[in-house]
C-alpha cells in the first residue's frame, strides 16, 4: 500500500513528504523553544529546514534526471527516512550547508556523461566542492569524485584536469577576501579544521548507538543490492551508479576521519544511499517483500527519531 503511494512522482506526494518534513522539524525543536528569543538563532532554524528540503529536491533531481530511478517519489521518502535517524541534524547548519554544496556538485558530476558542457560542469563541480569544504573541512575529499568522473568521461582532454585547480585557487581567494572584509583569520579556522579523530566512542547515550547500528545495517543491505544488481543495469548508467556508489563511500571515510565525531557526519551518505535504497525498492520483485523493506525503514526511522529527543 505504501509503495503504491509514492510509486508516482506527484504533487501530492511532494506536499506529503514537506509536511512530514516540517512536522519533525517542529517536533524536536519544541524540545527547547529558546531559540525564539534571538533573532539569528530564528533565521538559522528556518535556513536549516529551507536547505534541508531543497537537497530532498535535489536528490529526486539527480536521480530521476540521469536514469537512476523511475518517475516516482520514492528518493524524497527515502531521503526523509534516512535523515530522520540523526535528529541533532537541525542543530547542526554547518553540516547541513556542507552536505548541500556537496548535492550541488554532485549533480554536476553525474550529469557528466552527457558530454555537454563537460568544462562547466567540472569547474562548477570542483567549486562547490572546495566550499564545502570551508564548513566541513573534509568534504574536500569528494575532489576525488572530481577526478573519477574526468577518468570516467573526458580524460582525453588535458584541460579538464587542470580545472579542479583553477577552481581551488578560485575558491582559496574568495574565501581570503572574505577573511580580509570580515577581519577573521583564515589560517587559524583552517587548520582548527584540519583535524581527524578515528575513535567511535563519541555516544553520548544507547540510542544514538542503536541509531548508528540500525543505519549502518540499512546501508549494508541497501549497498549489497545495488552491487548484486549492477550487471542487469543498462549498459550507459553503468559510470552512473560507480560514482554514486564512490560518493556513499567517501562520506563514510569523512565520518571515519572527521574530529568532533557524532552521527550528524553520517549526513553525507543520505543523498546517494537514499537512491541506492529507492534502486531496490523499484526492482521487480514481489509486492509483499517491497512493503516489507519499506515498512521495516519507517519503522526504524520512527524509532530512531522519538528515542533521540
Partial sequence: M???????????????VVI???????VYQIQDISWVNSTILIFEKVGILSVTIISVFITSFISKKNGLSKDSSYPILFYFLLFSFFPSLWNNLNLILANFFVLLALRRLVSLHSLKASKEKIFDASLWIFVASLFHFWCILYIALVFISIMFHVARDYRNWILPFIAFFTAGALFLLFSI???LDGVAYISNSVLTNFEISYFTNNYQNIAFSIYATVALFFVISVVATFGSKPLITHATYKKIIASFFIGIIIFIISSNKSND???FTIAPLAIMATNHIELPQVK?????????????SLFAFFSQL
Fill in 20 to 26: 512530514l518534513i516540517l512536522v519533525f522539524f517542529s
Fill in 265 to 267: 557526519l553520517l549526513v
Fill in 2 to 16: 505504501i509503495t503504491s503511494v509514492f510509486k508516482k512522482s506527484t504533487p501530492l506526494n511532494f506536499s506529503l
Fill in 288 to 300: 509483499l517483500k517491497q512493503e516489507i523493506v519499506l515498512g521495516v525503514l519507517i519503522l526504524c
Fill in 181 to 183: 572584509v570580515f577581519n
